[in-house]
């Protein structure tokens, strides 16, 4: 039976860890980064519109195969730069599934179906996606493949906050990156620490954590993970039916905003669990610890003190938030388009609802 498994998270929370482990798993196929499928289902809609048409199918096919194996990038498909010239995997993979893509033309059974081929194609008996944003739409990705496993991980929202406050300074100071794609790359990273709590917040706020839908998702803490590897593993193949290789975790590195000294990646290590203690402007861990105390405790991360005098810098920081929103979405439609910036907007508006019915019953 065919294993299909997508990790989630919200960003630095050590998704790309989990897919590193899971992806040395001898039965499962991993995609080639993220594919940020269920995140683009506004774009996605707004491009290929009505699946009926036999060449906007056979288009969304191959963009999908090359998606997975990273040969394409689907927020490409807003701009000018998007080439309907796919490989020859993602020619072959349609040609294959071409029957069965036509009896459901849905965006959902386009996706279970060209990943289910390149797994079998490759040799493998089951998959695994992870996207971070994908963790706004697991109810989506149940109903549309409801065999579907889900690997949610959870991070100290404060180390999150420090981790992308780092990544972002780097990036921007960075020779690694062409100017263009630097600009771009710092929006992409952009770092703001109300917006960026309120959507840690809305991440892990979702009804589907309920029963009957929660025997679908299993919870893995960061910081069990990182401490206590074996154990953590062993929990995660045993919710996906699978058997534990010790070769999952030997010779893994934690791809963090961190480097050590050395300039390399360290391996499975704690040394980055209460990072935020040093690195996190107090403002920041205040605004943090306000808006997600009772999340905090439920997930047993205890809150610091802060000086009452940082309270006093709270409407600055609300209202400089508020300012760097509207520039960071007009700065993505020069650089993107208006196609990019309404998905944006509209997975905006799916997590404001999402807050506002906050349920926080995990």
């Not at 996706?111 to 992870?130: A, I, N, P």
């Not at 062409?178 to 992409?188: C, F, N, P, Q």
């Not at 996906?240 to 390399?264: N, P, Q």
């Not at 861990?285 to 810098?313: G, S, T």
Request: net charge positive; with cysteine; hydrophobic share 40%.
């Amino acid at each position: 039976m065919m294993k299909r498994v997508f990790v989630v998270g919200y960003g630095y929370s050590g998704t790309s860890l989990l897919l590193q482990i899971l992806g040395k798993h001898p039965s499962l196929f991993e995609s080639h980064g993220e594919t940020k499928f269920f995140d683009s289902f506004p774009l996605l809609y707004m491009r290929f519109g009505d699946l009926r048409d036999d060449e906007l199918l056979r288009e969304l096919i191959e963009l999908v195969a090359d998606v997975i194996v990273g040969h394409q990038v689907i927020v490409n498909v807003a701009g000018k730069q998007f080439s309907n010239e796919p490989s020859m995997q993602a020619v072959a993979t349609r040609k294959r599934i071409w029957n069965s893509a036509t009896v459901n033309r849905d965006l959902g059974t386009i996706f279970r179906l060209v990943f289910d081929d390149l797994t079998v194609d490759s040799g493998h008996d089951g998959w695994v996606e992870k996207t971070p944003a994908h963790v706004y739409h697991i109810e989506n990705i149940i109903r549309l493949i409801p065999d579907a496993r889900i690997i949610v991980i959870v991070r100290d929202p404060r180390d999150v906050l420090a981790s992308k406050r780092k990544r972002r300074q780097d990036v921007w100071h960075s020779n690694r990156y062409a100017d263009e794609k630097r600009v771009r790359k710092h929006l992409e990273m952009a770092y703001d620490p109300v917006w960026d709590a309120l959507a840690w917040k809305a991440a892990y706020n979702s009804p589907v954590f309920t029963q009957p839908l929660r025997s679908q998702c299993h919870i893995v803490r960061y910081e069990d993970l990182v401490k206590s590897p074996a154990t953590e593993v062993r929990s995660i193949c045993s919710f996906l039916d699978l058997s534990y290789h010790v070769a999952m975790i030997a010779d893994t590195y934690r791809i963090s905003a961190d480097l050590d000294k050395t300039g390399h990646q360290a391996g499975i290590t704690t040394d980055s669990i209460g990072r935020w203690r040093s690195s996190l402007p107090p403002a920041d861990v205040m605004v943090a610890q306000l808006l997600l105390k009772p999340e905090m405790r439920l997930f047993r991360y205890e809150r610091q003190k802060q000086p009452r005098l940082v309270l006093v810098f709270l409407p600055l920081i609300i209202l400089r938030s508020l300012a760097d929103f509207f520039l960071r979405l007009s700065r993505k439609a020069r650089l993107a388009g208006g196609l990019y910036v309404f998905n944006v907007l509209r997975n905006y508006w799916k997590r404001l609802l999402r807050l506002s019915s906050a349920t926080t019953k995990l």
